[in-house]
């Protein structure tokens, strides 16, 4: 059994920061990607920021600049630091890994619960 725990969302005004934790557990030998998405209401589900085994991350356009993606090996979890919060980045953030379970096993997505985060004007 694989688990996605997240932590972190909240209420903040315009300008603020908030930072999510996401840890992995469970049986696992191999975590290729870890990354956020986003969902809006009446909107799709987009990518936020994603971040390699090899450590290479990408950031959605819209973020860059404003938001920091970063792992810890050790703890099985990565983080998002998110500054200069915009009412626009409202939605629900989801915490997403590609996992391989076994030496032998395919690569496998799984996602968070889901933790609110809401920027009031």
């Known amino acids: 059994q694989v688990q996605l725990v997240e932590s972190g969302g909240g209420l903040v005004q315009t300008g603020g920061s908030l930072r999510l934790s996401c840890e992995v557990s469970g049986s696992i030998f191999a975590i290729n990607t870890m990354g956020w998405y986003r969902q809006a209401p009446g909107k799709q589900r987009e990518r936020v920021a994603e971040v390699s085994r090899g450590g290479t991350i990408t950031y959605a356009s819209s973020v860059s600049g404003r938001f920091t993606i970063s792992k810890d090996n050790a703890k099985n979890t990565v983080y998002l630091e998110m500054n200069s919060l915009k009412p626009e980045d409202t939605a629900v953030y989801y915490c997403?890994?590609?996992?391989?379970?076994?030496?032998?096993?395919?690569?496998?997505?799984?996602w968070g619960q889901g933790t609110q985060v809401t920027v009031s004007s």
């Open positions: 997403n890994a590609d996992i391989s379970r076994t030496y032998y096993s395919g690569r496998n997505a799984y």
